[in-house]
Structure formats: C-alpha cells, structure tokens
C-alpha cells in the first residue's frame, strides 16, 4: 500500500478479512493490532467503513468514520495514530473528508481532546472548531445511591421522548445554541436530524413538554459501571436544570456519572459543578464543511467485499 493512500474495509469484510487484519501490527509499536481498535465496529450500521493509511503491514493510522443518522452528517468516530503522530496524517485526515464527500456527506465531524497532536493536522486540513467541551466526571460513590430515574422523571413533570417531538426538539435545539455553533453543526432540521444519533433502545430519553414546546431534553444511558448523560435545556428554563440533573444521577451512586458539555451551557456547567462534578478533559468539536460533492480517484479508495 503507498504511504500516500488509505484502504479501505467496508461493513460488508467477511470473517477472512478479519482474521487478516487482526495479523496486521506495526512492529515499531508493540501491541498496535487493527482489529483491536476497530473491535466491533466493522458491523455497526452508522459505520461505512474503516481506513487504514501507512505502509504495506506497517499502519500508521487507523480511522472509523460514517454517518452519524442521516446521510449528511459524518463523523470520524475514531482515529488511532501510534506514537505522537505521523507526516502523513495531515494527507489522511483530509482523504477521509474526500470520502465522505464522495459518499454525500455535507459537513465531517470529529472531537479531538486539547493536548492531541490530530488538532493541528485536522486544521491543516481543513477544519474549523465549533465549539470547545468539557467532559465533567462524578466519581463512583458520590451520587445518590437510591432512587430512579423514572420515577425522578415523572415528579418533576418529564415524559418519555417520542418520534413526533422531533420538531420541538429542533426548536430547543435552536434557541438554546450560538448561531455560530450551528452554522456548523446543522442550520436546518434536515442537518440536524442527521447529525443526532438515533435513540438507543438502552438509553432513556426525557423531555420537558409545556404545551408543545419542548423546554428540556435530557438522555441517559448506563454503560457497565459508568453513567452517561446529556442535558439541553432551555435558555429562559435555566432554573430548571437542577431538578434536571438530579434525574440524570438518579440511582448512579455506584456508577461513575460522565457528561460532555459544551462551553456555552453555562447553567448547567454551573449545576454540575455545585453537585460535585469535576472538569477532567477539554475536547475540540471540528468540522469540515464540502460545498459539493467530491469525486474521489478510484486508486485513492479500496473497497474489499
């Protein structure tokens, strides 16, 4: 393989391909096995594809990247790079936006923490930031260890997310993000909707309903001994968001809880730092922008069935 291309293995690589890259390590760096940082990922149905960029049984880089839920929105959902990175890796991230282009994609997403060398790369090849965020950790031990998230849910007036809130969502969405942030992350529904992940039949999702306007949307999911949460609330509801976080904790006590928030949440920032959360990570949300579609040469892709 030239150091200058990536190849690709699709959704649809059988059990051989499989056991072929698992074979597939870089000598310079013990341990490095592809299949080990694509795991499950080859049969994921939001992930086209996995690309592998370095010399001939040497990768130097590992990317996944697909859809996010609709077709527009992608997202590089994971980038290995051994070491403290590689001169092709400015070359590969931006092949990797030339793919999903070619595929249909309209903007590229991917979330790099502060101190990694991939955020000059990304930038160098055509990313921009929209917006910084924080992930907030409550060790295991420090949340409540009774209660529900259901029954918490219910007294303080939630419901059940359904498929028709979509809209009111949207709107939330709208109100409570800078235009800036958005002219990035999606202006209109059909963006946004497709750069949302679709519900997860793990996940418990909750929204604030005053007579149809949505004023809070919150979704958590529990991950073996970890707590995963996110809260969007309105901008003339932020004396809500307390009550709002005490349903996302509800039950966590022996979980560690976690939440990304991004810079401009300032309320819940706020909640979170109040009830104990500490601030342990600073991530870049960068995204790529293709004004059309672009055609790749069919050398610089290798699609193995």
């Known amino acids: 393989m030239d150091i200058a291309g990536l190849a690709r293995f ?18 310079l760096h013990a341990g490095f096995s592809v299949l080990r940082h694509l795991g499950y990922a080859l049969s994921s149905h939001t992930v086209s594809g996995c690309w592998v960029g370095g010399p001939l049984m040497r990768p130097r880089i590992v990317a996944r990247m697909g ?23 400015d070359e590969s991230i931006a092949q990797l936006a030339r793919a999903a282009a070619a595929a249909g994609a309209i903007h590229l ?31 295991a031990g420090e949340g409540p260890g009774d209660g529900a998230v259901e029954s918490v849910a219910m007294e303080i007036g939630l419901r059940r997310r359904v498929p028709s809130d979509d809209m009111a969502i949207f709107r939330l969405y709208s109100a409570s993000t800078p235009v800036e942030v958005r002219s990035h992350a999606g202006m209109t529904f059909d963006e946004w909707a497709s750069g949302i992940e679709s519900p997860s039949q793990a996940a418990q999702e909750y929204v604030l309903d005053d007579e149809g ?21 309105h901008p003339d509801s932020h004396a809500g968001v307390s009550p709002l976080l005490e349903c996302a904790v509800a039950g966590s006590g ?13 309320s819940i ?17 960068l995204v790529r922008t293709m004004a059309k579609r672009v055609e790749q040469p069919a050398a610089a892709i290798v699609t193995i069935n």
């Open 254 to 266: 022996n979980k560690v809880a976690m939440s990304l928030v991004p810079e401009y949440a300032v």
């Open 213 to 233: 306007q949505i004023d809070a949307w919150i979704r958590i999911f529990d991950s073996g001994a970890t707590r995963y949460f996110e809260i969007m609330v």
């Open 10 to 27: 699709s959704t649809h690589a059988g059990v051989s391909e499989m056991v072929t890259l698992e074979g597939v390590t870089d000598p």
């Open 67 to 89: 859809r996010i839920s609709g077709p527009q929105i992608w997202h590089i959902k994971s980038l290995f790079v051994p070491g403290s990175g590689t001169s092709e890796l």
């Open 109 to 139: 997403n991917c979330r790099v923490e502060e101190d990694s060398p991939v955020l000059l790369s990304a930038q160098r090849a055509g990313f921009v930031q929209s917006r910084t965020e924080f992930l907030y950790v409550l060790p």
């Open 269 to 285: 920032i706020t909640a979170l730092e109040l009830k104990g959360f500490q601030s342990s990570k600073t991530y870049h949300s």
